[in-house]
């Protein structure tokens, strides 16, 4: 009977145990699903056991970088912590940021808005040009000076141009004008009374068959097809666009194989004069094939 009650009495002491052990890990288990602190985070250094029976287990666990004592062969070091983020730095543009809780970052100048680049709703006031952009997106604007003005590009009636800026003595007033740089020639071709084009190679040769070559003094040839003038035109053109001032060799250049003779006579020596398009215009008055 006294053997019966010691073993009740070892009983009841491992029923209230087991109690205390779900206790235990009822608070445990609470901690681990409790929300990440956004503040004055705690950071806990422990080891991780890797091998063994004891495989899994998290021990010698203390507040900071170190360990309550070193790990051993078969652990692995490891930092606890309520987030994995240690720092935000604010970089160009930007305020804010931290090493500790939530934190934030903030445009620092709302004329960038990341899609529209950083000229975003901005425009330079009259009379000013864009110069460039600073470090925060801001456009930068500038008048010019006359001299920076004087024989820049620009196109008038089509053509390369260099501008020509002058200030009135009496009223200060500036005038600029595009002034021509290149010029144009315009060169056709049509068939003469009762000329027709011969049989080449078994194909009939056409105007459209013929080439206008353009040389310049410097020897430099340009060579360009002829074209009807008009859909079903009779008469066929070539144009050569932005030449640069001065005297041209223009000849027609038949395919290779025939032979023809035009008035007037080829290569012609032409004048190209800036701001101006220069006509030619040639008729074929014989033309013959072996």
Not at 67 to 75: E, R
Not at 78 to 105: E, N, R
Not at 156 to 166: C, E
Not at 279 to 290: D, H, K
């Amino acid at each position: 009977m006294r053997d019966f009650r010691k073993r009740m009495r070892s009983r009841r002491f491992l029923v209230v145990s087991a109690v205390v052990g779900v206790v235990a890990l009822a608070g445990t288990a609470s901690v681990a699903y409790a929300v990440y602190p956004t503040d004055s985070v705690t950071v806990m250094t422990g080891c991780l056991t890797t091998s063994g029976t004891s495989a899994g287990n998290i021990g010698s666990v203390a507040v900071g970088l170190t360990p309550a004592k070193p790990c051993g062969s078969n652990q692995k070091l490891i930092h606890i912590s309520g987030g994995t983020i240690t720092s935000v730095t604010a970089g160009t543009g930007l305020t804010g940021g931290g090493s500790d809780g939530a934190v934030t970052l903030n445009d620092q100048d709302a004329t960038y808005n990341g899609t529209n680049f950083a000229t975003s709703g901005q425009d330079c006031p009259a009379h000013q040009f864009a110069t460039g952009i600073d470090a925060k997106g801001v456009l930068k604007c500038a008048q010019p000076a006359l001299s920076d003005l004087q024989g820049a590009a620009c196109t008038a009636n089509g053509q390369q141009s260099t501008l020509d800026v002058t200030t009135d003595d009496t009223t200060g007033a500036v005038s600029m004008t595009c002034q021509p740089l290149t010029g144009n020639l315009d060169t056709t071709a049509t068939l003469g009374p009762g000329v027709t084009l011969p049989v080449l190679n078994g194909t009939q040769v056409t105007l459209g068959d013929f080439s206008a070559v353009l040389t310049s003094s410097g020897g430099s040839p340009k060579t360009i097809g002829l074209a009807p003038l008009a859909p079903g035109s009779s008469t066929y053109s070539a144009s050569f666009k932005n030449l640069l001032p001065g005297t041209y060799s223009l000849t027609l250049e038949a395919p290779a194989g025939m032979s023809f003779t035009a008035s007037p006579a080829v290569p012609q020596t032409v004048t190209v004069t800036a701001g101006d398009t220069t006509n030619e215009a040639f008729t074929i008055t014989a033309a013959s094939a072996p």
